[in-house]
């Protein structure tokens, strides 16, 4: 079966750097774009990055600039590595595959950006 396992997520003062995981089985990995959506509290659950089977990667304009996402199609495992982060960026981080119509989400890890 399909499983997305996020990890990195944590504690950070604004300015400060994160690298999120997420290890993908039960699929082809190297054959599908891979996202990362974040969900603050009260609020909706938002694109954050994509990056396609290729390695392309596209971003929310809210962070543009500031995360890079990346993947290692032998490791079956995307990241998003986060930098200068913002008070704003605290949310949990979900990575995201659809194989066809059906949509597969993570757990979920928890960034919380805080001095």
């Known amino acids: 079966q399909v499983q997305l396992v996020e990890s990195g997520g944590g504690l950070v003062q604004p300015g400060g750097s994160l690298r999120l995981s997420c290890a993908a089985s039960?699929?082809?990995?190297?054959?599908?774009?891979m996202t990362w959506y974040r969900q603050a509290p009260g609020k909706e659950r938002d694109l954050v990055a994509t990056?396609?089977?290729?390695?392309?990667?596209t971003y929310a304009d809210s962070v543009k600039g500031r995360f890079t996402i990346s993947r290692d199609n032998a490791k079956n495992t995307v990241y998003l590595q986060m930098n200068s982060l913002k008070l704003e960026d605290t949310a949990a981080y979900y990575c995201?595959?659809?194989?066809?119509?059906?949509?597969?989400w993570g757990q979920g890890t928890q960034v919380t950006v805080s001095s």
């Open positions: 995201h595959v659809r194989l066809g119509v059906i949509r597969y």
């Open positions: 039960g699929f082809t990995f190297s054959s599908f774009a």
């Open positions: 990056v396609s089977n290729t390695g392309d990667g």
